[in-house]
């Protein structure tokens, strides 16, 4: 039995969380750093813990803090939300014994899905399409430059224990193998602790488009469609968006399938988005899963009228997930606004929020914790709000989208939205003609002062 929530989490997620706990009748505890005592998670959530100092190591990524936060409160389960403790394992466990529901996967789903060689060879075995490459771990220069030369190059290497991005090196030629492996060991064993590295064709220009499950962990296992996520800039992604305008009926299926697949060979409970990329021919990879709630989740509970929250919180009661078609009804953008300077290559600029006014009206959705006269903690992420839209077409999105951002008031920090209000003017995003390599050639223009 759940009546009790702990959100171990801070900033729009937490908020996110309460107010779905709070329209299913559930109490919340909110823990907060002391860097956090003024925020909206604290005030909204029905008790609060302080579970330490600012830095998250000694806060939000202490396992034991968050635990006896629960126990003295009395909170029998503990939503993650993203990032911090959501996709560790042992976190996960320590949950278990504590007899505390983790909101979402048990410990070794975490654990298998984090290694990303086994993952891969998981949903390898599932009929999952993967990228032709080695069927595990390339433990020498000689085994990988053989597997090499028989996928062909240009190779990308891959650390195992890595994921969004680090301790990822391409060879364009055998020449390059070596070092590239070397580069890519180091950086691995640096990062993560663990040097382990496998090998894979590396797609040219790919989108990244993910489909978002959701499995009871009792064998049912449904998909709610895919979201484009291919505008990132150094594996940071700041605009997404629902349905994907590289993606037809066709792929749709198979993708979904796939994702469904996959899930259902690790008996999947909780919420979960499988990772693909795309080519230019129409083919599609695994890339990863990831086994927590996504920051570009309300892209999907906008197009398929869900509450993806709600669902975790369910099937962690215990609900069975009724097998049907989820339908996707017309088309949702969401853009990421961080504190950061696009015109100084994305510098983070903490500083307190003079002027915040959000933009409304119909179709227009804001996930925030800020407010007029918050302090922006130089701490954490510099994401201050998500501004979702959603209308008929992607068209009509899209002009949702400039007017809702033309809007939007921030004052006292400089923020993305200038780089939004132009990528959305781009005749090629207005195309639909994307790929992960877009914003390596988008030039932003000088804004005149
Ligand atoms: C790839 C790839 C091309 N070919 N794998 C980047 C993050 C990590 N999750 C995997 N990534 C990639 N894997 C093969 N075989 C290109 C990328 C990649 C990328 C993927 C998604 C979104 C943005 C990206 C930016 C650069 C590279």
Not at 105 to 120: H, V
Not at 280 to 304: A, C, L, W
Not at 408 to 424: A, D, S
Request: proline share 5%; glycine share 10%; charged share 25%.
């Amino acid at each position: 039995m759940i009546n009790k929530v702990l959100i171990a989490n801070r900033g729009e997620i937490a908020l996110r969380i309460i107010r779905t706990c709070h329209e299913m009748g559930l109490q919340t505890v909110a823990v907060f750093s002391t860097a956090d005592r003024d925020s909206l998670h604290v005030r909204f959530a029905d008790e609060a813990v302080c579970i330490g100092p600012p830095p998250s190591r000694d806060s939000y990524l202490r396992p034991d803090r968050i635990i006896s936060a629960a126990e003295v409160t009395g909170a029998e389960a503990i939503h993650p939300g993203y990032g911090f403790l959501a996709e560790n394992a042992d976190f996960s466990a320590i949950c278990e014994d504590h007899n505390i529901k983790f909101i979402g996967p048990p410990p070794n789903t975490i654990r298998m899905m984090g290694d990303k060689s086994l993952a891969k060879t998981t949903m390898r075995n599932a009929g999952v399409p993967v990228v032709p490459g080695s069927e595990d771990l390339v433990k020498s220069v000689p085994l990988g430059k053989r597997i090499a030369s028989e996928i062909g190059y240009p190779v990308i290497i891959k650390a195992s224990a890595g994921g969004g991005g680090r301790g990822m090196r391409v060879a364009w030629s055998e020449g390059e193998f070596s070092s590239q492996y070397s580069v890519a060991q180091a950086e691995a064993e640096a990062s993560f602790g663990n040097g382990d590295l496998y090998v894979e064709k590396f797609i040219t220009g790919p989108r990244h488009i993910e489909i978002q499950v959701l499995g009871d962990g009792k064998g049912n296992v449904i998909h709610f469609g895919e979201r484009e996520c291919s505008i990132q800039r150094r594996h940071q992604k700041l605009t997404e968006e629902s349905p994907s305008p590289g993606v037809n009926e066709e792929t749709r299926r198979k993708m979904g399938a796939a994702a469904i697949a996959g899930a259902d060979a690790v008996n999947y409970e909780g919420v979960g988005t499988v990772e693909f990329l795309l080519d230019d021919k129409g083919s599609f990879y695994f890339m990863e899963m990831n086994t927590r709630i996504q920051v570009e989740h309300p892209v999907t509970e906008e197009v398929t009228d869900c509450d993806l929250v709600e669902y975790q919180i369910r099937v962690a009661m215990g609900e069975n997930v009724k097998k049907r078609e989820i339908k996707i009804d017309g088309h949702a953008i969401e853009c990421r606004i961080n504190a950061e300077d696009p015109f100084n290559d994305f510098s983070p600029c903490p500083g307190t929020v003079t002027t915040f006014h959000p933009s409304g009206g119909h179709g227009v959705r804001v996930d925030t914790h800020v407010y007029a006269g918050y302090l922006i903690p130089p701490y954490y992420d510099s994401m201050i709000a998500k501004l979702i839209v959603r209308a008929r077409t992607r068209d009509l999105a899209i002009r949702k989208m400039l007017r809702a951002l033309d809007e939007f008031v921030i004052e006292g920090v400089k923020t993305t939205i200038p780089f939004h209000q132009q990528l959305l003017r781009n005749k090629k995003f207005q195309a639909g003609d994307i790929n992960t390599g877009f914003l390596d050639t988008f030039e932003l223009t000088p804004e005149e002062s």
